[in-house]
Structures are given as C-alpha cells and as structure tokens.
Nanobody, 125 residues
Framework: QELLVESGGGLVQAGGSLRLSCAAS????????MGWFRRAPGKEREFVAA????????YYADSVKGRFTVSKDNAKNTVYLQMNSLKPEDTAVYYC??????????????????WGQGTQVTVSL
C-alpha cells in the first residue's frame, strides 16, 4: 500500500492551472516537512516546493516562484501544489515526499524518506 497518494495531474494548455494533492494514507510516521519534486524527460529530478509541517514556512524553486503555491491541511495529512501560469517547461512527473526527521535542506532530495508514486503533468502550447 502506498504511504503517499498523489492526484491532480493531467494535460493542460500553457497559461492554465492544475492543483496537485498528496495525502498520507496512514499516519504512522512523523512529518517534519513535505516537498514536491519533479523529473522532466531526460533531466534530473529537481526541487519544486516544500512546506514545514508544524509551522507555515514555505520554500520554492526560483523557476516556480510567483506561479506555484504549496499549502497543507494538517488535519487531512495532505499537501497541495497549486500551479498557475503553467509553461511547457513545467511538463514532468511530479513527486511528493515526506521528511520524517528534521534534516533541514528542504530543497534537496536526500532528506526525504518517503516518496509518492508520481503524477504526470503535461503542459501543451
């Protein structure tokens, strides 16, 4: 059973919006932070955004600042990624991830222990 269940990906035209969701199906682990990463075809995985679970601090990659918004619902153990003004270069598989110990480095992949299965986002011209 997947510990993180992602949804909300799809096909959208440039300039459009999508909202991704990631829910922790069974809260048997601590959540320090939840992050979003993406991997485009032929490229390395890259950081997109992260949110600190016990507070409200958020972090963004420069490429998405002002267009994407990460938010959370602690009661639902769910993190969201609202993506506006989408561009073709945003096309990728998007992954959510959980950091279960406070290793900081929220924009790096290595501190995150649990990963979702990924959801495809495709932005057409």
């Amino acid at each position: 059973q997947e510990l993180l269940v992602e949804s909300g990906g799809g096909l959208v035209q440039a300039g459009g919006s999508l909202r991704l969701s990631c829910a922790a199906s069974e809260r048997t682990f601590s959540i320090i932070a939840m992050g979003w990463f993406r991997r485009a075809p032929g490229k390395e995985r890259e950081f997109v955004a992260a949110v600190i679970w016990s507070g409200s601090n958020t972090y963004y990659a420069d490429s998405v600042k002002g267009r994407f918004t990460v938010s959370k619902d602690n009661a639902k153990n769910t993190v969201y990624l609202q993506m506006n003004s989408l561009k073709p270069e945003d096309t990728a598989v998007y992954y959510c991830a959980v950091q279960t110990y406070d290793r900081r480095n929220y924009d790096r992949a290595w501190p995150y222990d649990i990963w979702g299965q990924g959801t495809q986002v495709t932005v057409s011209l």
